[in-house]
């Protein structure tokens, strides 16, 4: 396993952090309580039909990756036996999960036809349900109701494109009639195992070339909601880097998988991915750092976007996170009356390993074969612990930034270039040329 703080300068981080009483003790691992599984992001591969400036892990049609669908089942039942919902049936010995998602999702799921203009207010709210905010949540048995601390845990599909997984297996190319044969039968295997996890399936909606074609791609990935239970989610991702579907704009697109999700009878798309006229984003500058080949560049709107007006985007080639870093929590500590576990927000590669934070932070080790081991490493890493907590990340980049000038940064204000290129040079040791407008594409 390669652990993401056994650098010198991690190392020097954490030193400095403990001096400033700013990390946590961490227990011996025999007092630890066993890690559960909370939210799972899963990338099936980082093959795609687009290849797109702005994507964390430069998927794209040149790219091999991909987890074999009987690897992808074995993910499945590791999350099912680690799962938080588990974890609570090994403590109380019986009981029920149950959650109730606040009246505005509804009217989201619901919405008849794509909106004709995304108001902050119905962003935020597409937002809101994919990040699961605002749930309540309970643990029901015969004897009481225990309230729970956080949301519907959930499953999302990612990476490079869900439609083109598998793309290859053994060697041979899989045609488009298997490969949907495949996604039917892996959405099913999550339901019967994990029934209480969200789906969310991320896509940039380019199959959706024409009506039948939606059509046919929908059935597929609604299939397995025989309950009408409404826990598969399309999520469409739409910016002005995404090409639309040949021949179409990019509200053609989404009439036609509007219309193919009320068929099939699931809640219609949620909308995430669009733009202002600032892109902060690290993508495939990752593997340009060192090149110096690029610049900070006006991009042409390629899908015709009727919910872009600006007329152009100013591109900052390295910045992921245009705020004081991510303020996503990556896990949490759940107290019950039953005992208490430490509850963790997942990546798991290709490659079956674990990932912590993001596609790119750290190798936990084999999820796939060494699920409790790998559980177990982030349980006791000291960077993961960071993460865990409410400061998230902010401490830790910050003390880089200050131990390490090399680290280049950008925009003003405290903290406001702690952003994902910050990360990404701490931990890889790349820095970014000296010209802040260098390292792109």
Known sequence: MTDIGNNPLTNEIIKTLKHKNLIPTIPDKSKIPLPA?????????????????????????HRGESLHPNRAKQVIDNIAKYSILSRLQTLDRGGQFRTIYPAKYEKLYMRP??????????????????????????????????????????????????????????????????????????LKYINNRIPEYDIFILTNGRFAKDIQSANTVIQHWSDHETDNSGRTHICISMDPFHHAPS????????????????????GTPLLYGVPNNRIMLLGRALVSFS???????????????????????ELDPVDLIATD????LKGFICETEYGAFIANNIVVLPSGHLAYC???????????NKPQETLLNITTNTIAVMLRRKQTAINILSTAVELDPSIKLF????????TGSTCYQMLSGIRIPSDKTSGLL
């Open 247 to 266: 021949n179409s704009t990019l509200m053609d697109m989404l009439n036609r998988i509007w219309k193919a999700c009320r068929k099939s009878r699931i």
């Open 325 to 328: 870093g991510c303020n996503e």
């Open 411 to 418: 925009l003003d204000g405290k903290n406001s270039a702690v």
């Open 113 to 186: 036809k794509p909106p004709k203009k995304l108001t902050k207010e119905v962003y935020q709210g597409y937002a809101d349900c994919l990040m699961g905010k605002n749930y309540t949540s309970m643990w029901i048995n015969d004897q009481r109701i225990t309230p729970l601390n956080f949301g519907r845990p959930s499953i999302r599909i990612s990476g490079g494109e869900f439609y083109t997984w598998p793309h290859v297996m053994d060697g041979v190319e899989v045609s488009k009639n298997d490969r949907l044969k495949f996604q039917k039968d892996l």
């Open 358 to 368: 993001c596609a790119c932070v750290g190798n936990f080790g084999d999820f796939i």
């Open 37 to 61: 599984i909370n939210k799972v992001e899963l990338y099936l591969s980082f093959h795609g039909n687009d290849r797109c400036a702005h994507c964390i892990t430069n998927s794209g049609p």
């Open 291 to 313: 090149k110096g080949n690029g610049k900070s560049i006006e991009v042409k709107d390629i899908t015709k976007n009727s919910y872009y007006t600006d007329g152009r985007i």
